[in-house]
């Protein structure tokens, strides 16, 4: 168990939709990663977030939105959601982003769009 | 920008022989590199990683990897391939005192043949 949480582990819903995919970072740890794994782009880093601010980003959909709340959770939002968007989302978290610090993935959250 | 270059999408090794598992790295500063195991329907764990010091790095499940500035490379290695190491791996490369985002290769399929 990394301790990082990711909610929900499955998701089913049609196109045009719109999810919220939910990630509890590890305690203590301030910088929330989001990634997308899927069969024809492999493993995408979407965005980084430290201590509420964003920090960067990466291949991420304008359709696509994150942001990280005082408690330090986050969550991901995809909307107009199209059958391309079905992945496996991940949710990471690290503690000082400056050194090297081990980036501690959750399990992930499945997305099926039908 | 840094990039990772995972070499053979599919390896097989009969258990108890070596297991081999290739990556080089590209990186215009001194990089952190890292090994994360993905079991089947599972997060991401893991293995190892290096940052500064020691080249010949040592991780959990008795893998080990040794960073080689002139060959660019980061090869993993178990000296007797368990039934149980069957998974995909991830050799991923970060840039030192930045955001820490992970670049991730394309992955290693590990089959072991009893």
């Known amino acids: 168990d990394s301790g990082v949480t990711q909610t929900p582990k499955h998701l089913i819903t049609a196109t045009g939709q719109r999810v919220t995919l939910r990630c509890s970072p590890r305690?203590?740890?301030?910088?929330v990663y989001w990634y997308q794994q899927s069969l024809d782009q492999g493993l995408q880093f979407l965005i980084h977030?430290?201590?509420?601010?964003?920090?960067a980003k990466g291949n991420i959909l304008e359709r696509f939105s994150a942001q990280q709340f005082p408690d330090l959770h986050s969550e991901l939002n995809l909307s107009s959601l199209e059958l391309g968007d079905s992945a496996l989302y991940f949710c990471?978290?690290?503690?000082?982003?400056?050194?090297?610090?081990?980036?501690?993935f959750g399990e992930g959250s499945w997305l099926t769009v039908v | 920008a840094q990039s990772v270059t995972q070499l053979g999408s599919h390896v097989s090794v009969s258990e108890g022989a070596l297991v081999l598992l290739r990556c080089n790295y590209s990186?215009?500063?001194?990089?952190?590199l890292f090994w994360y195991v993905q079991y089947p329907n599972q997060g991401l764990q893991l293995l190892l990683k290096?940052?500064?010091?020691?080249?010949l790095v040592k991780g959990i499940n008795g893998f080990e990897a040794e960073f080689k500035k002139s060959e660019t490379s980061f090869h993993l290695t178990k000296p007797s391939a368990h039934m149980s190491d069957a998974a995909e791996y991830f050799c991923?490369?970060?840039?030192?005192?930045?955001?820490?985002?992970?670049?991730f290769g394309t992955g290693t399929r590990l089959t072991i043949i009893p």
């Open positions: 290096y940052t500064t010091g020691a080249t």
């Open positions: 977030y430290y201590n509420g601010e964003e920090r």
């Open positions: 990186s215009s500063v001194p990089p952190y």
């Open positions: 990471a978290s690290s503690g000082d982003p400056f050194s090297g610090n081990t980036i501690y």
């Open positions: 305690s203590g740890d301030l910088s």
């Open positions: 991923a490369v970060s840039v030192p005192f930045g955001n820490e985002k992970l670049t």
